[in-house]
């Protein structure tokens, strides 16, 4: 059972607003990863993370940006919220065992720009 | 590179019908393959996987086996439930080590 856990889990917020969205885990996991899923259900990888101070941008271009400071924790930021980025975002980590790698999955975070 | 092809959605069965969702996959080396689930407002949940040719995942009553020959992955499940309303994501771990996605299935099962 993976403990990997997202806040908030709905947020509705103004154009031009700053936010995060919280990401974190207890398994002590190295890597790291954010999604962005629309409506039509695909995932789409938007930022990466290898381990401490460790930042990658995924297959998606994001006007977001990521910090990675702590094992557990991988923050995701919006300096200026657009409806554009109305959306869920999904955050989840990896296990590594040998070669095979197994990612978990938090909740989500389910945002609506005005 | 990598890419994971799942047939499209939505698909409705009835209570108790059977099961099938098709996954195939082009990957270089040797994948590990997963099913991931998704149920409305929430992350996706790990399902089953498998990480060998041959080898057959299974949990709460879906199964998928991987076949090298066919390069499939296939989800079945032998009666469904309501409950088992969800998206169904499968899912491949390359040779880089990166996570590549199918693009989703529906399921609607109707009492």
């Known amino acids: 059972e993976a403990d990997i856990y997202q806040t908030p889990r709905y947020l509705v917020i103004g154009t031009g607003k700053k936010i995060t969205l919280e990401c974190s885990q207890t398994?002590?996991?190295?890597?790291m990863y954010w999604y962005q899923q629309d409506p039509g259900m695909e995932l789409h990888l938007i930022h990466y993370s290898y381990g401490v101070n460790s930042t990658e941008k995924g297959d998606l271009s994001s006007e977001s940006t990521v910090s990675r400071i702590r094992t557990e924790h991988f923050p995701l930021t919006l300096e200026s919220a657009r409806p554009s980025h109305t959306s869920q975002y999904l955050c989840a980590s990896s296990e590594l065992v040998g070669a095979q790698e197994t990612q978990y999955f938090g909740p989500g975070t389910r945002l609506l720009v005005l | 590179g990598d890419s994971v092809t799942q047939m499209e959605g939505p698909v409705t069965l009835s209570e108790e019908a059977f099961l099938t969702i098709n996954c195939t996959y082009t990957?270089?080396?040797?994948?590990?393959l997963f099913w991931y689930v998704q149920y409305p407002g929430e992350g996706l949940q790990l399902l089953l996987k498998a990480t060998k040719a041959d080898d057959k995942g299974s949990n709460k009553g879906f199964e998928a086996t991987y076949r090298k020959e066919t390069t499939s992955f296939h989800l079945e499940k032998g009666s469904v439930q309501v409950s088992d309303s969800a998206v169904y994501f499968c899912a491949l771990t390359g040779g880089y080590q990166k996570v590549t996605f199918g693009i989703g299935t529906k399921l609607q099962v109707i009492p």
């Open positions: 398994m002590g996991h190295d890597k």
């Open positions: 990957a270089t080396g040797y994948p590990s």
